[in-house]
């Protein structure tokens, strides 16, 4: 088993940054790829980020290209999510995610472990 927690969100003015981080626990993090989603009220949980477990390969959804930066820390147990630019429709929560491969993923259905998220709400 593997523990996500997030940590980070908050209420930002559109154009601000906030960072959110994903402390994990269980097994050998290093071992996991690590993914960062999103879910507006109504909508579908999304892909925004990836990282493989070297960190050396990472994947971004289109709409957070340029402004989201992933990275991880693996003698910490821990993956961030860097957000500059943020616009209101980055309002959503935030989870992170833990797939058994080394690999990056953007599909919700491969990634085995999931954190209880936490409220990005940026204000116009």
């Known amino acids: 088993q593997v523990q996500l927690v997030e940590s980070g969100g908050g209420l930002v003015q559109a154009g601000g940054s906030l960072r959110l981080s994903c402390e994990a626990s269980g097994r050998t993090f290093s071992n996991y790829a690590m993914g960062w989603f999103r879910q507006a009220p109504g909508k579908e949980r999304d892909f925004v980020s990836s990282?493989?477990?070297?960190?050396?390969?990472?994947a971004y959804g289109d709409s957070v290209k340029g402004r989201f930066t992933i990275s991880r820390d693996n003698a910490k147990n821990t993956v961030y999510l860097q957000m500059n630019s943020l616009k209101p429709e980055d309002t959503a929560v935030y989870y992170c995610a833990a797939r058994q491969s080394p690999v990056v993923a953007t599909t919700r259905y491969l990634y085995n472990y999931w954190g209880q998220g936490t409220q990005v709400t940026v204000s116009s």
């Open positions: 990282i493989s477990w070297s960190g050396g390969n990472t």
